[in-house]
């Protein structure tokens, strides 16, 4: 399932200061083509503390690993159009799995219903992987062929998220039965030779 995100980024106070006297802010910064060594350096650092501590994608809760190692997402698209002052910012940037972050699926479209200078206080659209707790927001049922997700409470933020990374799809509610049921064998410990196919497609699911 859809975890909420309950960790905190860390970067030097150092770091943070050089950062917020970064001006002109195009999205482009996020991209290595200066080559500029703070940048890598501070992307390094980001992207080994999410690879540290999630797992699954921040959108989908799709297992982060095999052939969806996971691209750090810009939650709020840092295009120069959309929100480039948060490229940085570190609530703003989770994991998120090749399927989910695709063009067109989230790729950089509005995630931002009313904008505030400081990130935490914006009104976002989507079930933001920090901010909100899925639960909150999203219903499933049980079974072990297919989980479905439903709209809890009419949230708009489901209705939008659902919509967005395409969450009540066949084959994603497939998906997610077989992660729940491979994770559930493995803690069972009774994952038999039978399952090779479970563990195949928990494993390596391929992304359309
Ligand atoms: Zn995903």
């Known amino acids: 399932m859809i ?4 960790y905190n980024l860390s970067l030097t106070r150092n770091e943070l200061k050089q ?4 001006k002109d802010w195009t999205g482009k910064q996020w991209e290595n083509k200066s ?9 390094t650092k980001i992207r080994r503390q999410l690879e540290d501590v999630q797992k699954t994608c921040c959108y989908c809760g799709l ?3 095999g052939t969806s190692k996971g691209d750090i997402d810009h939650i709020a698209a840092k295009a120069r159009f959309r929100h480039p002052e948060f490229t940085f910012t570190l609530k703003n940037l989770a994991l998120a799995c090749g399927w989910s972050n695709t ?9 931002i219903a009313k904008k505030n ?14 901010f909100d707790n899925p639960v909150d927001h999203y219903e499933w049922t049980d079974s072990d062929i297919e989980i ?18 395409g969450l009540d799809t066949t084959e994603m509610s497939e998906l997610r039965a077989a992660q729940v049921s491979y994770e559930k064998k493995k803690l069972e410990q009774t994952l038999s030779v039978n399952d090779e196919d ?9 992304q359309p």
Request: a positive charge; one cysteine or more.
């Open 19 to 22: 950062l917020a006297q970064m």
């Open 103 to 111: 063009s067109e699926k989230k790729g950089t479209k509005e995630t």
């Open 148 to 165: 479905l997700i439903q709209v809890k409470n009419n949230s708009s933020k489901a209705s939008f998220s659902i919509k967005m990374f």
């Open 63 to 65: 297992k982060l690993r």
């Open 3 to 6: 975890k909420q995100a309950q």
């Open 198 to 206: 479970l563990v195949k497609r928990t494993m390596e699911y391929k």
């Open 35 to 43: 080559k500029d060594e703070f940048i890598i350096s501070i992307k």
């Open 117 to 130: 200078k400081v990130y935490s206080k914006c009104e976002f659209l989507l079930v933001h992987p920090y």
